[in-house]
């Protein structure tokens, strides 16, 4: 059992080049979403969705992208990329965003770096 | 506002001692669950253990457990007989009924180091 698979696990950029991050799940989550962790401030929500053609945004949307055509896959899209967004960039999903106790099930991460 | 606070950075533990995590949390949401995560240095978040606001009793999980205390807005993480494996960056975090985004607020993090 896969869980939760990105990809790629490193990227490098430079400003205001685009990329996609790829996220996939095989647990059959409904819910699924993309986090960016950064030093000293824990992890944020940047978007999210609650089934396959809904999605909507988190904390720190700005410059970040997403579609959800399958309940499988949720890529993330950087649209021109800014060093800002060097981070590590976490794909998770859940079964259900209503209930309290569905905990969300975690990638292994994306390290970002934007020269 | 929605807030999670882990006032301790960094912290150090003796193997097979126990050690204590702060967390402390801010709401005003009657629902709500509470959850810590363990990031090794490997980078994956797993998850470790799991309290609802309405849960009567404190939740453990083998060497894990979470001493909650309603009134003091408080969700600590004990664990107990420490491992050198157990070294790691630990996250609380809060998830909202309200809302329905399924969005789990976390706290910066502590780093716990395990001494042999």
């Known amino acids: 059992n896969a869980g939760v698979t990105q990809t790629p696990k490193f990227q490098v950029l430079k400003t205001g080049q685009s990329m996609t991050l790829q996220c996939a799940q095989d647990?059959?989550?409904?819910?699924m979403s993309w986090y960016r962790q950064d030093p000293g401030m824990g992890l944020r929500l940047i978007h999210y969705?609650?089934?396959?053609?809904?999605?909507d945004q988190g904390e720190v949307p700005n410059g970040y992208n997403v579609s959800r055509s399958t309940t499988e896959d949720f890529p993330l899209r950087l649209l021109s990329a800014a060093p800002s967004q060097t981070s590590v960039y976490f794909c998770?999903?859940?079964?259900?965003?209503?209930?309290?106790?569905?905990?969300?099930?975690f990638g292994n991460g994306t390290r970002l770096t934007v020269t | 506002a929605q807030k999670i606070t882990q006032t301790q950075p960094g912290m150090f533990v003796q193997e097979k001692e126990a050690v204590t995590l702060d967390c402390t949390y801010d709401?005003?949401?009657?629902?709500?669950?509470l959850f810590w995560y363990k990031q090794p240095s490997s980078g994956e978040m797993i998850f470790l253990i799991y309290?609802?606001?309405?849960?009567?009793q404190n939740a453990t999980e083998g060497r894990y457990s979470l001493n909650f205390q309603k009134a003091r807005k408080s969700a600590n993480l004990v664990i107990s007989a420490s491992q050198l494996g157990d070294s790691a960056m630990y996250f609380c975090?809060?998830?909202?009924?309200?809302?329905?985004?399924?969005?789990?607020?976390f706290g910066q993090g502590t780093t716990l180091q395990v001494k042999p």
């Open positions: 309290q609802g606001s309405y849960d009567q």
């Open positions: 969705s609650v089934g396959a053609g809904i999605t």
């Open positions: 647990m059959n989550h409904e819910y």
């Open positions: 709401t005003s949401d009657p629902s709500y669950g």
């Open positions: 975090a809060m998830k909202l009924s309200s809302g329905n985004t399924g969005k789990l607020i």
């Open positions: 998770a999903s859940s079964y259900q965003q209503g209930q309290l106790f569905s905990p969300l099930h």
